[in-house]
């Protein structure tokens, strides 16, 4: 396992279009969790799963952003109706227990979307 | 509200010129408080996590230190290779896996 694997890695769409991204994470991690980021700005938290149960949600997340994570494997994030401000960087990570002080969580690379 | 904020936003040093980084936060409780670095293009990288005041880690160059207020990361005789993004984030006390990042320092360092 050689970490958390997102894809794909860039997508470009239309606005108004659904995209969905996929996070596969560290195979022995419970713990899943998306992120935000925009240019210049640190991530920002949307939601996490705890095997496959959805435990927090933020409130950027609207009704258009939908997380499944079936089975407690991999998850995925869909936008639907996207719109210009959804561009940004979308990343996954994560963890054994909330955070393990020796690692932290684990993020992904990314999935960067721009949306046209 | 629970709030990051970290400065310098930039950070120019010369090979060899140590400096350090700050990050202030305010939080209803601390279940710990957390250093990333970021490369371009690529997810943070864990460097360390803090739980207590007075607590101090070390990796390589780099040290982190946590105060009640404030965590600041020091920067030894850096090198190239450590140009990226610093991150610094916070967990709050309530039963959450939620971490809050701040906005970054992005540090340059020439040779």
């Known amino acids: 396992d050689t970490g958390v694997s997102q894809d794909p890695r860039h997508k470009i769409t239309k606005r108004g279009q659904n995209v969905t991204f996929r996070c596969d994470p560290i195979s022995e991690h419970n713990r899943l969790y998306w992120y935000r980021q925009t240019l210049g700005q640190g991530p920002e938290f949307l939601t996490y799963f705890q095997n496959e149960a959805q435990l927090e949600k933020s409130r950027l997340l609207s009704d258009r952003f939908s997380a499944e994570r079936p089975k407690g494997s991999f998850s995925t994030l869909e936008i639907q109706r996207t719109e210009q401000g959804d561009s940004a960087m979308y990343l996954c990570a994560s963890s054994q227990g909330f955070l393990d002080s020796n690692y932290g969580y684990t993020f992904g690379s990314g999935t960067r979307l721009t949306v046209v | ?111």
């Open chain 2, 1 to 111: 509200e629970d709030q990051v904020t970290q400065s310098p936003e930039a950070l120019r040093l010369q090979e060899g010129e140590s400096s350090s980084l700050n990050c202030s936060y305010t939080v209803s409780g601390l279940r710990g408080l957390f250093w990333y670095r970021q490369d371009p293009g690529k997810g943070p990288e864990f460097l360390f996590t803090l739980y207590s005041a007075g607590e101090e880690k070390e990796k390589e160059r780099l040290k982190a230190t946590l105060t009640k207020k404030e965590s600041f990361l020091h920067i030894t005789a850096p090198k190239p290779e450590d140009s990226a993004t610093y991150l610094c984030a916070v967990r709050p006390s309530s039963n959450t896996g939620k971490l809050i990042f701040g906005q970054g320092t992005t540090l340059q360092v020439k040779p």
